[in-house]
């Protein structure tokens, strides 16, 4: 088990908060005993939130990878010909790194501001997001859209256009709350629906 990089400073600072309670203690109980305690809460609660797993799934030929833990909270199209939309709302206990659905090519990221709405909410389709565009093999695409909720609004993407990535591999975390949508063409056979917990790298989301 590791952690998400911008997670090890929080870590390291919770427990340095609590290190410090634990010396302002030998002078102030009352005032190094509360110290310790949010010190190491806040240690605990970031190394949980910022978990990230190994994912050593092997998938075949022709299987599209979930690119993040949740539940599935819808699966239609959404407007525009062609391409069907898979939602997954990420709560505060579910690992918030994103991965990548194919092999291939990243063809483009594009970073957009907006609300901050809830991210469960239908609204929250027009909440600040980054659409992370991949080009696979036999001209099959795939775009990732990381949005963010009302808690914090903060985006990580680790890849960049031009970059190859592997399935599985991880392209980016949301912070505390959030929601991921994929973009599939209609093709595609969709293996998953509405109320369906799913994980990153492991649940198989569809078929070529």
């Not at 994912?55 to 299987?63: C, H, S, T």
């Amino acid at each position: 088990m590791g952690f998400a990089p911008a997670g090890i400073k929080l870590i390291i600072g919770g427990v340095a908060a609590a290190a410090l309670g634990g010396v302002l203690t030998l002078w102030s109980r009352n005032f190094g005993v509360p110290v310790l305690f949010l010190g190491l809460v806040f240690a605990a609660f970031s190394a949980y939130f910022f978990r990230d797993p190994e994912r050593d799934r092997v998938f075949a030929p022709g299987e599209i990878a979930c690119p993040a833990d949740g539940t599935v909270m819808s699966v239609k199209n959404e407007g525009k010909p062609g391409v069907t939309v898979v939602r997954i709302f990420l709560s505060v206990l579910n690992v918030h790194v994103q991965r990548a659905p194919i092999e291939g090519k990243i063809t483009a990221t594009k970073y957009t501001k907006g609300k901050f709405a809830i991210a469960y909410k239908p609204e929250a389709a027009d909440n600040e997001r980054n659409l992370i565009s991949i080009a696979g093999e036999y001209g099959r695409t795939v775009d990732i859209e990381q949005i963010t909720g009302s808690i914090a609004r903060r985006i990580a993407c680790y890849v960049k256009e031009g970059d190859s990535v592997k399935i599985g591999e991880r392209v980016g975390m949301i912070y505390f709350g959030s929601q991921v949508a994929v973009y599939l063409p209609e093709s595609a056979r969709i293996l998953v629906k509405p109320g369906d917990k799913v994980a990153g790298s492991e649940t198989v989301l569809g078929l070529w």
